[in-house]
């Protein structure tokens, strides 16, 4: 027979809270510490559990339940004083015992997953009561069914994750890339879903468990971020109708199409459309290709939605009859724009003599420039056939 060789267990340190706590219990019960010291990962947490909301001052309570759920233990040390009482009790009696003197019951799966939480005491006393009520509540079983399906140690964030995410994001992908400030983001992402991607539950966790499992340094941010392709509508709709001969607004897989047709940065723009900030529109009158930058304004309880930039392919200028033309569409739609009341012919002048910078809006752009756009066009095409040479 092949002699195993037994690993050494080393004793685990102490900290705070449960430092004082075990100190205490100590003065009472000699070698109380060393019991702590060298106790096995569940018996720990069981004991920092009870520390979280055992008051040593008043232990009557405490002492009551153990004498209904551990009499024999308790028999055994009924001449010592309290706190030695629960110092014995907390080193001779099972966890799972503790564990319902502390709560009056231990429901299933509440001693699998303390027994997966590590010998460190958790970072917020609440945590272990949290625990119990996700185990004891029926209506939970699904979010520790999620925390079971983790692998390695429990931390005690996911336990406090699993207790505030939504039900449609209880998920063993969620709890193994989100932090708990991301939950309320999450929460509110996740109710924009059926409204802006026409999302389902269930299309909600088909999309959580195609994700590969135990993934290290994957945000869930990454996760959210594919939904923005999915995109069929805006959190407030743009005054074009869907069947409109010239207007076309590009959201979602549409509007990462313009950008790759267009080449320019409409694809990594996806989120401004999500959250409702700008979106892009496209002019598809035969003939002249223009895209157009809408940003929402709010005035009192009203909404617009109000021309920012306007632009041809690879973000050149637009002639002065398409900028027209726009125009004349965006008055019919009541879509806002920035206006100057001065003819252009004369708005150079006066911003020459004020010593002023221009911020021609996007119709006076094309009078207002002085170089020959018919050049600067042949020089850029020029420039980009020589690049692509080059690449």
């Given at each position: 027979?092949v002699?195993?060789?037994r ?7 102490l900290?705070a809270d ?5 100190a ?6 000699p070698h109380f510490?060393y019991?702590?010291?060298y106790?096995?990962d ?9 520390a979280?909301?055992?008051d040593l ?5 405490f002492?009551q339940?153990i004498q209904?759920?551990?009499p024999d233990?308790f028999a055994?040390?009924s001449?010592l ?5 629960i ?6 009696t ?6 319902e003197?502390l709560?009056g019951?231990?429901?299933?799966g509440l001693?699998?997953?303390?027994a997966r939480?590590g010998p460190?005491?958790f970072?917020r ?10 185990c004891?509540?029926p209506e ?16 005690p964030?996911q336990i406090?994750m699993a207790s505030?995410?939504?039900?449609v ?13 991301e939950v ?5 992402f996740s109710?924009?879903l059926p409204?802006l991607?026409d999302a389902?539950?269930r299309d909600v966790?088909?999309s959580l468990d195609?994700?590969?499992a135990?993934v290290k340094?994957?945000r869930?941010g990454e996760?959210?971020?594919?939904w923005?392709?999915r995109q069929?509508r805006l959190p407030?709709p743009?005054p074009?109708p869907d ?13 990462e199409s ?7 940065c409409?694809?990594?723009l996806?989120?401004?459309?999500f959250?409702?900030?700008?979106v892009?529109v496209?002019?598809?009158r035969e003939?002249?290709e223009?895209?157009?930058d ?8 009203e ?6 930039n306007l632009?041809?392919p690879r973000n050149r ?10 125009r004349?569409?965006f008055?019919?739609?009541?879509i ?5 009341p001065m ?5 150079q002048?006066?911003?020459?003599l ?7 809006t996007?119709?006076?752009q094309h009078a207002?420039a002085?170089a ?6 042949r020089?850029?095409?020029?420039l ?8």
């Open positions: 027979m002699q195993v060789d690993q050494p267990f080393h004793p685990r340190a900290h449960v430092l004082e706590f075990a205490r219990l100590e003065g009472h019960q510490l019991h702590q010291l106790a096995t569940f018996r720990r947490t069981v004991v920092w559990a009870i979280a909301e055992l001052d008043q232990p009557d309570a002492l339940q209904q759920h551990a233990v055994a040390s001449h004083d309290p706190l030695a009482q110092a014995r009790a907390l080193i001779q099972k966890p799972k015992k503790l564990l003197a709560y019951r231990c429901p299933d001693a699998g997953l303390l939480v460190a005491p970072y006393r609440s945590l272990y009561r949290t625990a119990f009520e996700l004891d509540r939970n079983r699904h979010r520790v069914k999620a925390l079971s399906q983790l692998h390695g140690l429990v931390r964030e406090l505030e995410l939504d039900d994001l209880v998920h063993r992908a969620v709890l193994e890339r989100a932090k708990p400030l309320a983001a999450l929460n509110a109710r924009l409204e991607c389902s539950e966790r088909e195609q994700l590969p135990d340094n994957v869930i996760w959210a971020q594919t923005l392709k069929v407030v743009v074009i069947n409109d001969p010239d207007l076309q607004v590009r959201i979602g897989a549409d509007q313009l950008g790759r047709r267009f080449r320019n409409a694809g990594s996806l989120s401004f459309a959250t409702g900030e700008r892009l496209e002019w598809v003939g002249e223009a895209v157009i809408l940003a929402l304004v709010r005035t009192g309880s909404y617009r939605w109000q021309c920012e632009s041809r200028r637009v002639s002065a009859t398409v900028a027209g033309a726009i004349e569409r008055d019919e739609l009541g806002i724009y920035r206006f100057n003819p252009s012919d004369e708005q002048g006066i911003a020459a004020l010593d002023h910078s221009l911020n021609a996007f119709v006076d207002l002085n020959d756009d018919q050049h600067v066009e020089l850029l095409d020029a980009e056939v020589e690049l692509e040479d080059t690449f």
